[in-house]
Each structure stands twice: as structure tokens, then as C-alpha cells.
């Protein structure tokens, strides 16, 4: 039905063959109209809709009116969150990034050495907890013998930019990222004075020698936090893993996988940053009624002999779905914002092939 060319193209072959049968197209139409009615890859870039209502108007778009009740409910706890919760919330992390950066500027004074790295982890434990405070998050940690150690990468599925203060709020690590201006910029300048974090340059981000080539500098140094990465380069709904970019798993150091798995029922943690801008999504953030997420530190995983870099991503992706109890996903997760390439396209095509060869 389908035959394959030397340019790894495939084309339809000449259905009025008298090995074709009406019976031969069932299969593809199937499949096209189950991709139509549930998309497994697109549905993971948008807040996964509850089964049950949480008072929270966002967490059930369809509600309008169901009983006197729960309408006075609904709006007892709207002047809760937004009278009372959300001002503190605010000055919360108002509070904890202000000292963040005098602090770190602070510390950053200080020559290199035992008691700069001692105040620099109690200034950022200290200013993340305070920050964590400002969600109201509630959060469990698992395992934590298992936590990352110095000289080595730590790799986690990613829902929301809280994600980093999630986990920074229970241990120090090594950022890596882009070079901001604004507030941001301030924060980032002032991180580093007190701790080796590693900043890009925009010119640089797309340099993959030169980024795997200052990873590979500071894991080298064993008196260096470990580093924290997300290797699937953007938010999924926390409904599954997609595909982990293999930059992180060539440079050949130990990845400490780390699973985190939100518990929608009292607030979404996803960031659909296509929908809302970071401001946004903050206020909704701090006028929800909790984050409450679950933690779990993995056993250490090292890349093993015969093993390509997509291989080791694969198999540490694979982990964190299984703990997670996330859908493990091959689809990358750039496909958010970009087409589908066209070797995903001929990967599909080829695999119809040998399916219609079999008929």
C-alpha cells in the first residue's frame, strides 16, 4: 500500500493495485480520527480541567449557578483569598526577594571561601522558604538521602517557573539561564555574587559547545553546587513527561532525577505562558488556596557503557514518569510553539509503510 523511497519519502502507492482492499485504509482512519478527538500532545500545554470544582472559578469554566449554598461559599472564600490571603502572600514575597538580593550582595562582599558558602546557603534557604511561604505550598519531600550532592546535575519534569523555588527551598543549587534585564537582572547579579550560578548571554544560549563546556567546568568542581536543569525546555500541564533535551546527559556527570507532582485540587500550578504573563500567573498563583505538590528525590543515575546521550534521557525521563505517575511522552515539548519537524513526519510515515506492507 505504502512504498518507501531512497529519499526517505513516503507515498501513497497505486491503491488500484488488485492487492489493495477497502479494509487497508481502516486502520489510518481510525488512528486520524482518534488524533482529532484526543490529542495526546497538544492537551498537555493547557491547565488540566478538574473533575470536581474547588471554588475556584478558573478550575470550572462551565459554572454558573448551582445551588444558593455553594454561591455563598463561593463567595466566603473569594473574600478570603483576595481580602486576606493575597495582601499577606504579596508582602510575603515582597519581603523574601528583597532580601534575597541585599543579602546576596551582602555575602558576595565576603573573599571566597567556608564561611561565604555556609551564609550563602542559609541566605538563599532562608529567602526561598520565605518565598514558598508567599504560596502557601505545601510540600512533601521523599527520599531525601537521595538528595542531589556537589559535582553533580539535577534533572526534574517542569510545570511552573515555582518549580525552582520548590526545590531550592529544601536545598541549594547552581542556576543556569538566560541573562535578563529588569528586575529579574537585578536578582540574577545579586545571586551570583554569593554563589556560581551560570548565566548566558542571548548570543550565547544557542552556542551548544559553549554551554556544554561551562556545565562540564562546574561539575568538574566538586566544591560547586549541583546544578539544576529542566531538560524539557518548557512547562507541561504535570499530566506528563515529554521529551528531555540531551545536552545535560552528554557531559557525562552524575544526574540525580527528581520528581515533582502538584496536586491541582486546591490551586493549578501549570504556567500556560502562551495564556498569561508572569505577573499574571503569579497573582493567580498567591490567590489560590494552596500549592500543595509532592517531591521525590530518585536514586543517583550515571550513563552506562554503549549508552548514547538520547538513550541516558530516556531512561532518566522514563524514571521520573514512573515515580510521578506521569505519561511518559517521546514528543518534545517545543512543539508548543513550533511545527511538527519533518523528521517526526517521516518517522510516522515509515512506520505506516510496514504497517501497510503486512496487508
Keep these: 500500500m505504502y512504498k518507501p523511497y531512497s529519499n526517505g519519502k513516503i507515498i501513497l502507492g497505486n491503491i488500484c493495485s488488485k492487492d489493495f482492499e477497502l479494509s487497508d485504509i481502516f486502520y489510518f482512519a481510525r488512528r486520524g480520527v482518534e488524533s482529532i478527538m484526543d490529542d495526546e500532545v497538544t492537551k498537555r500545554f493547557t491547565a488540566e480541567e478538574l473533575k470536581s470544582w474547588n471554588l475556584l472559578t478558573r478550575s470550572n469554566y462551565n459554572f454558573h449557578y448551582i445551588s444558593l ?57 532562608m529567602c526561598y522558604r520565605i518565598c514558598v511561604r508567599a504560596l502557601t505550598a505545601i510540600i512533601t519531600y521523599h527520599d531525601s538521602e537521595n538528595k542531589p550532592k556537589n559535582g553533580g546535575i539535577c534533572v526534574a519534569n517542569h510545570t511552573s517557573p515555582i518549580d525552582v523555588i520548590i526545590l531550592a527551598s529544601d536545598g541549594c543549587y547552581a542556576m543556569v539561564g538566560q541573562i535578563h534585564g529588569g528586575l529579574m537582572g537585578v536578582i540574577q547579579r545579586s545571586m551570583v555574587k554569593a554563589c556560581p550560578h551560570i548565566w548566558f548571554e542571548r548570543s550565547e544560549v544557542k552556542d551548544r559547545h559553549l554551554v556544554a563546556k561551562r556545565l562540564s567546568d562546574h561539575v568538574e568542581d566538586k566544591s560547586k553546587l549541583p546544578i539544576l536543569i529542566f531538560p524539557e525546555g518548557t ?15 552528554e557531559i557525562g ?82 512543539l508548543k510553539r513550533a511545527k511538527v519537524k519533518d523528521t517526526f513526519k517521516e518517522e510516522q510515515q515509515k512506520l505506516y509503510s510496514k504497517i501497510g506492507s503486512l496487508h
Design 235 to 249: 512547562c507541561i500541564n504535570n499530566t506528563s513527561v515529554m521529551m528531555f533535551k540531551k545536552g545535560s546527559f
Design 69 to 125: 449554598r455553594l454561591t455563598v461559599l463561593w463567595g466566603l472564600g473569594l473574600l478570603i483569598r483576595y481580602g486576606f490571603l493575597l495582601p499577606l502572600r504579596v508582602t510575603l514575597a515582597f519581603t523574601g526577594v528583597g532580601l534575597l538580593v541585599f543579602l546576596t550582595s551582602v555575602v558576595g562582599l565576603l573573599p571566597n571561601g567556608r564561611m561565604k558558602n555556609f551564609l550563602s546557603e542559609k541566605v538563599h534557604l
Design 253 to 334: 556527570a552524575t544526574v540525580y532525577p527528581v520528581a515533582i507532582k502538584y496536586d491541582p485540587r486546591f490551586g493549578d500550578a501549570f504556567w500556560n505562558s502562551s495564556k498569561f504573563g508572569m505577573v499574571n500567573y503569579l497573582l493567580r498563583m498567591m490567590s489560590s488556596w494552596a500549592i500543595v505538590c509532592s517531591v521525590w528525590y530518585l536514586p543517583p543515575m550515571s550513563r552506562e557503557e554503549g549508552e548514547d546521550a538520547v538513550q541516558f534521557a530516556n531512561r532518566v525521563k522514563a524514571a521520573i514518569a514512573r515515580q510521578g505517575g506521569l505519561v511518559d511522552l517521546l514528543w518534545d515539548g517545543g
